[in-house]
């Protein structure tokens, strides 16, 4: 019925009917469609059987043949997004209380797959604005919204978010193996094949960094 790199896309989709229709995922659940199910199909997982995902279409009252429709116009609307947060990131350092204003904003009306990069970049504010504790939060909200999406990331977000970690808890409590640590889980989540390349090339160097400063103070 639909690609398997549509299958997110069309999950997401399926998530915003069923919202905009006020229901819950256990308001969905029959002697037919488990609540596991409909979430998995929410989340893009590619084991789900086509006729369960076919059955949940039509429980919410959307007709199958017009999915392809569907799946264009959520591609659309998640590449304004896309390039709306494009847009954000490159203005923190120009303008970094618009920037979070905007953000708060999207965060507020964006419940979808972009969650992790709002707070991400929520993150980076509060580390421009010099707010440790705060951006610590954020960060570790976006790692928390990834794993939760249990899919491989094609962002780096994850790793970049434990950069920032790791830089924090040096900056902020001199804490050099717990630095380390939040490096090293940047390395391991990094995806060779994702977005974000030079983001293990900074990893790298924090790491090359910190254990030099270990070393020193031995």
């Given at each position: ?197 030079e983001i293990k090339h900074f990893l790298m160097i924090d790491k090359v960094y910190f254990l030099e400063k ?5």
């Open positions: 019925m639909v690609n398997v790199s549509d299958l997110k896309t069309l999950g997401e989709a399926l998530r915003k009917i069923r919202k905009e229709k006020g229901l819950r995922l256990k308001d969905m659940e029959d002697e037919h469609i488990s609540f596991a199910t409909i979430s998995s199909i929410e989340r893009g997982i590619p084991t789900v059987k086509p006729q369960n995902r076919e059955y949940y279409c039509r429980k919410l009252g959307f007709n199958v043949e017009d999915i392809p429709q569907l799946i264009h116009r959520e591609q659309r609307e998640f590449q304004h997004l896309e390039n709306l947060l494009f847009l954000i990131e490159t203005c923190i350092n120009l303008d970094c209380d618009g920037a979070l204003e905007r953000l708060r904003f999207l965060q507020k009306h964006t419940k979808g797959g972009y969650m992790d990069i709002i707070l991400y970049l929520k993150g980076l504010c509060y580390v421009k604005k010099n707010n440790l504790k705060t951006a610590e939060k954020f960060f570790l909200q976006s790692i928390e919204h990834i794993n939760a999406k249990q899919f491989i990331s094609q962002n780096n977000i994850k790793a970049a978010c434990y950069k920032e970690l790791g830089r924090i808890y040096y900056q902020r409590d001199n804490s050099l193996q717990q630095a380390l640590d939040f490096t090293n889980k940047g390395l391991s989540a990094f995806n060779e094949n994702a977005d974000r390349q270990a070393i020193s103070h031995r």
